[in-house]
């Protein structure tokens, strides 16, 4: 039987003689929800694109549900893209920019009445059908380029950055009204966004690229918790992971900021004296007692947010750091204080990055 989804086969891309994808293979399943994280540059865009058609690729496959898409155009491949500009056509009105494709694909009138009245409801825009896009806020237009993709029935939703345009506020609604759409439909959904938050809300899987490359993909919950190298720790999570200098010394010990720290469990795999990089979430760090157990710190500012504050710390080697405090009374900056953490939530990186543990 042929699988059915999206599957990218050894994806590679060069724009001349600049090769910006260097061979990605990704199985993205049936009605799952897919997002495609990464700095600005990394490629995220380019492979939505391909995807969708509108950008050739230089080699490899790509297959949606059992199909092979690679040199068909755009309108054969059971897509829809909703692009971060909205694309609506100016001089039509709602209704006419949402029955425009079915009309061009000789969609049949009654038929094409069903499914815009249809994807209005669900888009909550019925009142507006009347309206052009100039005559609609942000957040409005963003609904009406994804019922516009809506109409089309399509296999496979691509979004490209679609809420970069709107205000914080509106990200947020707009993200939980594309998490509902993605629930009622069920239809598969591949999402560009350099929004980590957004990534993490809305996939069941994150793809994280960089250069070209995919360095980690898994639940938001496995990236988090379990980053593959220090680039994913330090991309995903706000405030992010963080990533210190230390040294593994032997017997579970590592050394910090020239304190010892006891950690056990530890992969048999470096050598006393190695350099490695000791990863610590911020949400990971209790404030003790500056006792010999703990990691002496001094608190250069304190962010106070309500339930929790953000403490921003210096360690004794003038590495930064930063600890997450929710009990008691708030903290004042200049502080020394202790940090202790549990010997599970240490992450371990060797000298090239990669986890060990
Ligand atoms: N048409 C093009 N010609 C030449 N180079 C291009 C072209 N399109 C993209 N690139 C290059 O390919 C790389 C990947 O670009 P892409 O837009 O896919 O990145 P991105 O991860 O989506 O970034 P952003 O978040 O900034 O949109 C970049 O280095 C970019 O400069």
Redesign the pocket.
Same mark, same amino acid.
């Given at each position: 039987m042929a699988e059915t989804g999206v599957i990218l086969k050894d994806i590679r /891309?060069s724009? @001349?003689n *600049?090769d *910006?994808?260097h061979g990605v293979n990704l199985a993205i399943k049936e009605g799952s929800f897919v997002v495609f994280v @990464?700095?600005? &540059?990394? &490629? /995220?865009?380019? =492979?939505l694109?391909m995807i969708a058609g509108l %950008?050739e690729v230089s080699d490899g496959e790509i297959e949606i549900n059992g199909r092979d898409v690679t040199d068909l155009d755009p309108s054969e491949r059971g897509i829809a893209m909703v692009f971060q500009s909205y694309a609506l056509y100016p001089h039509m009105s709602v209704r006419e920019n949402l029955a425009f494709g079915l009309k061009m694909a000789r969609t049949g009138r009654e038929e094409i009445e069903a499914r815009v009245n249809s994807a209005a409801s669900i888009l909550k825009i019925d009142h507006l059908l009347d309206r052009r896009p100039g005559q609609l806020s942000g957040g409005q237009r963003q609904r009406v380029a994804i019922g516009r993709a809506i109409v089309r029935k399509p296999d496979v939703f691509l979004f490209d %950055?679609p809420l970069s345009n709107l205000d914080a506020e509106l990200r947020v609604s707009m993200r939980v009204e594309i998490a509902r759409l993605h629930r009622e439909l069920g239809n598969t959904m591949i999402y *560009?966004t350099?929004d980590q938050t957004e990534a993490m809300t809305l996939a069941d899987n994150i793809v994280v =690229?960089r250069n @070209?490359r995919i360095e980690q993909q898994g639940s938001p919950r496995e990236v988090y918790e379990n980053p593959a190298n220090t680039f994913v720790a330090g991309f995903i999570g706000s405030p992010r992971m963080n990533l210190l200098d230390a040294k593994w010394i032997g017997n579970d010990h590592i050394e910090l900021a020239g304190g010892k720290i006891a950690s056990p469990l530890m992969a048999q795999r470096l050598q006393d004296g190695e350099k490695i990089t000791f990863g610590i979430r911020p949400e990971n760090l209790a404030v003790v007692e500056n006792s010999g157990e703990a990691i002496p710190a001094k608190v250069d500012f304190a962010e106070y947010l309500g339930g929790t504050q953000y403490l921003y710390c210096q360690l004794d080697d003038g590495q930064p750091l930063v600890a997450e405090y929710r009990a008691g009374a708030p903290i004042e900056a200049g502080r020394r204080i202790g940090l202790s953490c549990a010997a599970a939530d240490h992450r371990i990186f060797e000298a090239s990055g990669a986890r060990i543990r």
């Open positions: /891309k724009f @001349g *600049v *910006v994808i @990464g700095p600005s &540059g990394c &490629g /995220k865009s380019t =492979l694109r %950008e %950055e *560009v350099h =690229l @070209g």
